[in-house]
Every structure is written in structure tokens, then in C-alpha cells.
């Protein structure tokens, strides 16, 4: 059977668009973010009052910034039409793999859907990234268009963004590192039963499994064709992953239930209301002395540029990332003590990866 990847290959003609996606993403997350915050600093700065909303205001009068604004929206565009088109050939390929499968059945995992589930707001109506039809569309009840748009794009994010990892396409990019993290920090854990909470289209879920090859590996996730096609690729793979969907806010899994709680970009995906609820059902679910253990972006307010805010605050308002903000504002130790975990068990740390760091955050539940 082949590998993601190579059935992902570019063509010549879809190689030539994404490259040029990911160049004028290069260019407009470097050179031009970095003449914004020139301009910050010779012009802006002597007015700025403190208040985030009223630079912004200062900003949105220079020509100068607008047209970064037009070219991050444009280049998004872009990046969805170069994607779509890699997806629109791919997609019969794995409708095939999906329904061969679903005909012979799952041989070492599970998956778990519950067609009553009611998607929570403000997440359930929004097209994260601008992702066309966002993560919960299905055209029918087999489409997997919506994981197979997420993760080609997240692949061109990556690039552009200096954080690749260099990991081919439908492979682990940051389990690996969060679990050389986890066990320096935790050298004595050996988890029996892992949870992967908001685990998309599974491709971290397998890189933990892996990681702990004896323990029971469990995903959860609020999509539906996102878990079809992670419970396709580990079946592939011959990881065994129970896929379950549900809300991370509060999950049908009993008190005590994993040793480890992981989340890979999960929270600055969710908003205010639900972080401290996540948090509070993660304590629930940890045995005791068990380990949550979570890696998300560094964009954290009290660690970027006033320029830096501001750029972050247009992504959320115009650009598909609509609780980046509330994130960034979050004091997830704060969140974390509010949610019962002892204040010297939790850690909050920068991470470095590639031109940047990551932040990864949690604590361990007391013995
Ligand atoms: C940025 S994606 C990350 C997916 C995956 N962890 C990865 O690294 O590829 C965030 C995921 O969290 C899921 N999610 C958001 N809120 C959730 C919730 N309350 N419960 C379960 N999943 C949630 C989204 O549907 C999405 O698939």
C-alpha cells in the first residue's frame, strides 16, 4: 500500500503553485511583517497609548499595512486553491482505501461516532483558517476532503512559518519533540492508556502511540471525517488507535480512565469558555500521578511586540483564527490552577524549534 506522501506528490503544475504559495507566505510573514514593525518603531510608537485596539486603529491608516492585510488574504486564498487542487485528485484514491477498509473492517483500532453530537459554538460554525467548508463539512457521509484540505495545508503553514520539521506528509511533525520534552521532564512515565484530545486528522495520535508502544492509545476529536480519515491512516499504518468523537470539554470516558493527557495544537483553537472546561474534565480523566501535557503556539501577549499583537489581532479578525487572541491572553498556569492542578505541578515552557519557539504547557495530577 503506498505511503500518504507519495500518493500527496505534487505534479509538476500543482509543485509550481504551492511553491509560489509558500514563497509569498514567506514574504509576507518575513520581510513585510518585519517593515511593519519599522514603522511602528519610527512612526507609531510616540502615539501608542497601551491600549492594543488603539494601535491597531493607527496601524489600519497606513497604506503600508493594508496592503500586508491584502497580501496575507490573498496568499491564503491562494494556498486553498493550490491545496484543493492536490485534494480534488488524491480524494477517489482515498474514498477507495476508506471503503475497502470500512468492507473488511478495522483489524487493530476503533472508531467511535456519535452522529447526535452537538458541535459546540463559537467553534462548530466557524471555517478555522478559512478552510473552504471548514473541518466538520461532508459533502456525503465517506467524504474526508475536509482532513485531506487540513493537513496538506498545515504541511504549507509550516514551511512558511519556519517551523518545518521536515516530516513527509501523513507523518508525525511534533510528537516526536514534545515526547523528547515530556520524558525529560518525566523520565519514570509509562503511561498504560493515552488520550489525544482535539486529535484531527490523527497524524501527531500515531507519532504518541508509537512513542509508548504499550499503552492503549485513544483520540478525540469533534470531527467526524477528521477521525475517518485518522482511523483510515492508523489502520494503514498498523498503529491501534481508538478514535472516538466527542467534546474535550466533557467526554464520556470514566473518572481516572488515561495515565496521559496530550494535546497538540488544541487550545488556541478553542475559545475562553471551553479552555478552563477542558482543563477540568483533563483532571478528571487523569489517574493519579498521571501527566497532562499539551504544545501550542508562542504568541503569548507578554512575550511579543506591540508590532507583533497587532498582526496577531488581524489574523483573528480577518484571517480564520478566530481564538488566537483569547489564547494569547490566556495565563494557562492561571487556567490550570483554576481547574485544580497542584501550582507546583504545572509547567509552562518555550520550547526552540526551527526560527521559533513552541510553548508547551501542563502539569502532572497528584500521586
Ligand atoms: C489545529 S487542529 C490540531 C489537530 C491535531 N492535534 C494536529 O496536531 O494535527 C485542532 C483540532 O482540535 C479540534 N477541537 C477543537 N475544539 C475541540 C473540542 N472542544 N473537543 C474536541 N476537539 C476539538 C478541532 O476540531 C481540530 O481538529
Same mark, same amino acid.
Given at each position: 500500500m ?9 505534479d509538476h503544475d500543482?509543485a509550481a503553485r504551492?511553491?509560489?504559495?509558500g514563497a509569498?507566505?514567506?514574504h %509576507?510573514n518575513?520581510?513585510?511583517e518585519?517593515?511593519?514593525a519599522k514603522?511602528y518603531?519610527e512612526k ?5 497609548t497601551?491600549?492594543?485596539d488603539?494601535v491597531?486603529a493607527l496601524?489600519?491608516?497606513e ?14 486564498d491562494?494556498l486553498?486553491? /493550490?491545496?484543493g ?6 480524494r477517489p484514491e ?11 473492517g478495522a483489524?487493530? !483500532? ?5 452522529p447526535?453530537l452537538n458541535? $459546540?459554538?463559537?467553534?462548530? /460554525?466557524?471555517e @478555522?483558517?478559512r478552510q ?6 461532508e459533502a456525503?457521509?465517506d467524504d474526508?476532503? /475536509?482532513p485531506?484540505l487540513?493537513?496538506s495545508s %498545515?504541511?504549507?503553514y509550516?514551511a512558511a512559518?519556519?517551523?518545518g520539521t521536515?516530516?513527509k506528509?501523513?507523518?508525525p511533525?511534533?510528537? $516526536?519533540? +514534545?515526547l523528547?520534552v +515530556?520524558?525529560?521532564?518525566f523520565?519514570?512515565?509509562?503511561p498504560?492508556?493515552?488520550l489525544?484530545?482535539g486529535?484531527?486528522p490523527g497524524?501527531?495520535t500515531?507519532?504518541?502511540a508509537? !512513542?509508548?508502544?504499550?499503552?492503549? +492509545?485513544?483520540?478525540l476529536?469533534?470531527s467526524?471525517?477528521?477521525?475517518r ?7 494503514e499504518?498498523?498503529?491501534?488507535v ?7 470539554a466533557?467526554?464520556?470516558?470514566p473518572?481516572g480512565?488515561?495515565?496521559?493527557i496530550?494535546?497538540h495544537i488544541?487550545f ?5 469558555? @471551553?479552555?478552563p472546561?477542558i482543563m477540568?474534565e483533563?483532571r ?12 501550542d %503556539?508562542a504568541?503569548?501577549?507578554d512575550?511579543?511586540?506591540? $508590532?507583533k499583537?497587532?498582526?496577531?489581532a ?8 478566530p481564538?488566537?487572541?483569547g ?7 492561571e ?8 501550582n507546583d505541578?504545572?509547567f509552562?515552557d518555550y520550547? $526552540?524549534l526551527?526560527?521559533?519557539d513552541?510553548?508547551m504547557?501542563?502539569a502532572?495530577k497528584?500521586?
Amino acid at each position: 500500500m503506498s505511503h500518504i506522501a507519495e500518493i500527496y506528490r505534487a505534479d509538476h503544475d500543482e509543485a509550481a503553485r504551492q511553491a509560489f504559495v509558500g514563497a509569498l507566505k514567506s514574504h %509576507v510573514n518575513g520581510p513585510m511583517e518585519a517593515d511593519l514593525a519599522k514603522l511602528y518603531y519610527e512612526k507609531l510608537v510616540e502615539r501608542d497609548t497601551g491600549e492594543l485596539d488603539e494601535v491597531i486603529a493607527l496601524f489600519e491608516q497606513e497604506a503600508q499595512y493594508r496592503l500586508w492585510g491584502s497580501a496575507v488574504y490573498t496568499s491564503q486564498d491562494l494556498l486553498w486553491e /493550490s491545496v484543493g487542487q492536490t485534494v480534488d485528485r488524491v480524494r477517489p484514491e482515498f474514498h477507495r482505501r476508506w471503503q475497502a477498509m470500512k468492507e473488511s473492517g478495522a483489524t487493530y !483500532g476503533s472508531l467511535s461516532l456519535d452522529p447526535e453530537l452537538n458541535l $459546540p459554538e463559537p467553534i462548530g /460554525s466557524r471555517e @478555522i483558517h478559512r478552510q473552504p467548508g471548514g473541518y466538520f463539512h461532508e459533502a456525503s457521509p465517506d467524504d474526508l476532503t /475536509s482532513p485531506l484540505l487540513y493537513f496538506s495545508s %498545515v504541511e504549507l503553514y509550516r514551511a512558511a512559518k519556519g517551523l518545518g520539521t521536515n516530516a513527509k506528509t501523513g507523518e508525525p511533525g511534533m510528537a $516526536p519533540l +514534545m515526547l523528547k520534552v +515530556m520524558r525529560e521532564k518525566f523520565p519514570q512515565l509509562e503511561p498504560k492508556r493515552i488520550l489525544d484530545l482535539g486529535c484531527g486528522p490523527g497524524t501527531e495520535t500515531l507519532g504518541f502511540a508509537r !512513542g509508548f508502544q504499550e499503552a492503549e +492509545m485513544h483520540g478525540l476529536e469533534l470531527s467526524s471525517p477528521f477521525l475517518r480519515f485518522a482511523h483510515l491512516w492508523a489502520e494503514e499504518q498498523g498503529v491501534a488507535v481508538h478514535y472516538r468523537q466527542g467534546n474535550a470539554a466533557a467526554t464520556p470516558y470514566p473518572d481516572g480512565h488515561f495515565d496521559l493527557i496530550v494535546s497538540h495544537i488544541l487550545f488556541h483553537e478553542t475559545s475562553h469558555e @471551553i479552555l478552563p472546561q477542558i482543563m477540568q474534565e483533563a483532571r478528571r480523566l487523569l489517574a493519579p500521578g498521571g501527566v497532562f501535557f499539551n504544545a501550542d %503556539v508562542a504568541y503569548q501577549t507578554d512575550r511579543i511586540t506591540v $508590532p507583533k499583537q497587532v498582526t496577531n489581532a488581524w489574523q483573528v479578525a480577518y484571517n480564520g483564527e478566530p481564538f488566537w487572541r483569547g489564547f494569547a491572553e490566556t495565563d494557562v498556569r492561571e487556567a490550570m490552577r483554576a481547574a485544580g492542578f497542584d501550582n507546583d505541578r504545572i509547567f509552562a515552557d518555550y520550547v $526552540p524549534l526551527g526560527s521559533g519557539d513552541y510553548f508547551m504547557f501542563g502539569a502532572s495530577k497528584a500521586e
